[in-house]
T-cell receptor
């Protein structure tokens, strides 16, 4: 069964450094998402992406965050200048369509630790 | 705003016991409802879904029925196994196609 893959599985970065989290969505999917889960808290929506542009973003997704689909397969999340509170598990997801009855399929996540 | 409330865990059961994990939601319109499962050390996997009132989602012996009148989507399984030990998340997809998540319920099954 096709799956969403994320790399790396664990990223350790110094505060203030830039970090790029990578995702390869399922190949025929058109909608892409990033979520995060701070330890002990709920999973939170960050951003959705369709047709090479952001379709929705949350308040968390400020100017420090950006997303890109640099080629036909990768979908990246960049944090420009990391803060301690960016430490979390980041999940990428994709879906065939954006409609409400279409499930989002998730990767295994990247654990980001900011020192 | 839209929200999902799940029963707090951990829920600890013996093997072959009956499982219920409660989930209620608040949303405008008619959201789709999902249960995701996260096994130790793994990502979020879709367990089941229901897209309209009275729909029943089912998978791997788990079931949940979309109850509009009680705004609930409780997860049930008739006989749990040790391998069902995981964290279970209830979620709704809102009108902006974002998933809104419950806090997750950790399930521990003892042999």
């Amino acid at each position: 069964e096709p799956e969403v893959t994320q790399t790396p599985s664990h990223q350790v970065t110094q505060m203030g450094q830039e970090v790029i989290l990578r995702c390869v969505p399922i190949s025929n999917h058109l909608y892409f998402y990033w979520y995060r889960q701070i330890l002990g808290q709920k999973v939170e929506f960050l951003v959705s992406f369709y047709n090479n542009e952001i379709s929705e973003k949350s308040e968390i997704f400020d100017d420090q965050f950006s997303v890109e689909r640099p080629d036909g397969s990768n979908f990246t999340l960049k944090i420009r200048s990391t803060k301690l509170e960016d430490s979390a598990m980041y999940f990428c997801a994709s879906s065939e369509e954006g409609e409400s009855n279409q499930p989002q399929h998730f990767g295994d996540g990247t654990r980001l630790s900011i020192l | 705003g839209d929200s999902v409330t799940q029963m707090e865990g951990p829920v600890t059961l013996s093997e072959e016991a009956f499982l219920t994990i409660n989930c209620t939601y608040t949303a405008t319109g008619y959201p789709s409802l999902f249960w995701y499962v996260q096994y130790p050390g793994e990502g979020l996997q879709l367990l089941l879904k229901a897209t309209k009132a009275d729909d029943k989602g089912s998978n791997k012996g788990f079931e949940a029925t979309y109850r509009k009148e009680t705004t609930s989507f409780h997860l049930e399984k008739g006989s749990v196994q040790v391998s069902d030990s995981a964290v279970y998340f209830c979620a709704l997809k809102n009108s902006n196609y974002q998933l809104i998540w419950g806090a997750g319920t950790k399930l521990i099954i003892k042999p």
